[in-house]
C-alpha cells in the first residue's frame, strides 16, 4: 500500500461510489480498499469527509454544468445547439446525477450545491432559446419545462419509453424555439 494517488484520484473513486453506491458509500476505508492505498491517503489530500464531499460535489457541477455551458457559449451563433445539448441531455447516463440529487434530498449541503445547478442549467437553456427568438419570458418557462422533461426522463422504469429518436427530439425543440 504504497502506490501515491493524487486528490483527482480520490475525486474520480468518490464519484463512481456515488453512483453505484449512492452517498452512504462514501466512506474513507472502503474506498482506501478499493484503490489499495492506506487511509492516510485520504487524509493527505483531504481536511475531513465533509472537505472530501464538497469537493466532490465542485468536480460534479464542474464537469456536468459549467464545462457543457461553456462549450455552448464557445459555439455562439450555431442554430444546431439547442438540440445538440437535448439529445444528449436525453441520451446520457445520469446515475450519478440521480444519486447527487438523492443525496441532496438528505443532506443540506448537497441539496444547496444542486439548487445551484439547476439554477446555472435553465439559464443556460433560457439563453439558447432567446437565441433561438423566444422572447425573455417564454424562454425562461420553457426552459423550466425541458428542464423538468430532462430531470423526469431518469424516473421512468420502463426503457421503452426512456429514449426518443433524433428526428424527434429536433422536432421537439423546433417546437420550443417558436
Known sequence: MNKRLTKSDWISQGLQTLATEGASGLKVGPMSTKLKVSRGSFYWHFEDLADFHAQLLESWQESSTERVIQGL?????????????VEQGLKGRRRLDRAIR????QDSVAAAVVASVDARRIAGLAKLLVEAGVDTDRAAHRATFLYWAYLGQTALMNASHSSLPATAVADIVRLFET
Open 73 to 85: 457559449d464557445a459555439r455562439e451563433g450555431d442554430p444546431d445547439r439547442l438540440r445538440e445539448l
Open 102 to 105: 438523492s443525496w441532496a434530498a
